[in-house]
């Protein structure tokens, strides 16, 4: 049944929705005069209801949020409950449960001078409801209905309605977000509540490099506490780069020489602890190990599979090594064997579908530097020879994947197309190896328009066998030439959009509104912030649906456990809201409700960068 159709039993009259929508009410204390509250129960919300991106026009005044009423609900910690008979059956609701009561009575005023208010209506029970064959103790998973219906009032008590795990926890938080503490009291500060909420986009995420800096398990933990406040729903981790390979894996105990030192590393507990953890705040984890670039760190425990490049074709490291630019040798069927048992082990500990295997700034010097990989080539039938230039480009013409910047051809010849080619290979191996265990590959945007075609010039047509069920991660701006979500979706791929939403380590933490005003549908906003975008509008029904959302990005290299969380919130949360509700708001009207979230987090133990004075 859905919650739609419960609310028509459970609420068969309801004319009173309409006449008394969005009703503001603000309190003040006839005492002392100072404000008891900003607004109304919704003025605490983050991020703001939406009706995601069906629209229930047929239900009419039942799908709007609003509230009513000057006089307060009070929940009493001896006297309220929160319910589900759904919870014999699932652990994890039953964890949810605690939880959240736990969240509600430990919260203290934002108000220094608040008062109690002086009349109150007890709320003593809000009871969470599913359909009984909803799987409430599954992994989240990509498209899972984070939808719900939230009712509060005197004589009904509260109900939080939704057909998923992910609808319930999303349904509880706001439940937990209408609450506020005035003097000793908890109370909603209206008398009527209704939400009706879902999200524009089923991918909202934020990416996170542990291997630039090893960031520690509790803050980690942390960070996802962040998420749940804020309804964010994947976890990408950049678990292994260039400068540190901080996973313990049994399949290959030697890799883990390629960590920083023996203590900052993660072992199997500790990334299954995290994928728990996250499971129970219907986060999604996303593990990504980067390659066949990026991957100098392997060749410590693994030389074997790495090509060694010298010096002089190397990207600076920032301790000076020169091993930043070795990368996985395709020439040997070592490596294959090393990733397929690598994925094996990978799919036993992260449930989700998703796997992300980079494929971003392979350097093509590298590959040319090894005679043997060069041998490889031929054998294969992919040149190594000089290319001819590529003809002279004509006037740009905006989406073309052709269209753009040509390679230099000048000195070594390791801008052919043989090592397109080559990359290529490497890249449907790895993508295949996956599927044979059952998981979706993705990786960043170089996977889709660098390595095909059939000349030096970049940005390329994909490569013949870079199959459509591939998930996109655009991240180079538009601007430089490359393709962005609109050239994406209208090849038939998928993409999750990073541009501007990057969260870079060396800017101002209280940034937020560059995050906030974004639509990952077009380009006519969002252009000031790092990766901004070039032109696109997406407009194209069936290519919108394959635009499965965006991800904030922090990259380690000025990031480590002491300012990550400060570095990511409160800006993380503005990119929550945007995906979560879309277009529409105004920072203007966000920052209060934003200054309140950011309290409600740092009472959750989140460490969140400050926006202006106050003591919270």
Known sequence: ISPRTQAQMIYPTIGWLVSLMMVSIIQRSTSVGVPLATGDALSGLWPRPSTGRHSDEEDGASSASFASGTTPLQLHPTQFSLVSTAAQRSPRLTRLMARYTAILFAQKSVWARSNAPRRTV?????????????ELDRPPALGDDEG???WVNATHGGEVHATTYSGLHRGLEAFAQLTIVLGDALVINSTTVHVASAPLFPYRGLMVDTARHFEPVPTLLQLLDGMAASSLN?????????????WNSTAEPRLIQGAYRPDLTYQRADLEAIVAFAADRAIRVVVEIDMPGHAASWAIGRPDVVVDCPPDNAAPLFDGSYQSASQLDPSTNATFELLDALIGELVEIFPDKFMHFGGDEVRMQCFNSSAKVRTFMKSMGFTTGCPPPPPPQGPRRGLDLNDGPALSTSGACDTGVGFKQLTAYFIGRVHELARQHGRTPSGWQEIFDHYGGTTSATPTPPFDGLLNDTVIYDWLAPEWGWANPGTIVASGFQVVSTLGLYLSSDTDNAN??????????????NTTVPHGRGFFNITDPTEISRVLGGEGCLWGEQTNGDVINVRLWPRAAAIAEALWSGPGGNTTEALPRLLRHRCRMRQRGVPVAPLQPGFC
């Open 512 to 525: 937020w509104e560059e995050y906030y005003n974004l639509h990952l549908l077009t380009s006519t906003l």
């Open 148 to 150: 719900f219906r939230l």
């Open 234 to 246: 994947t976890f990408h981790w950049h678990l292994t780069d260039a400068q540190a390979f901080p």
């Open 122 to 134: 007890p709320l003593t029970r809000v009871a969470l409801i599913v359909p009984l064959t909803t």
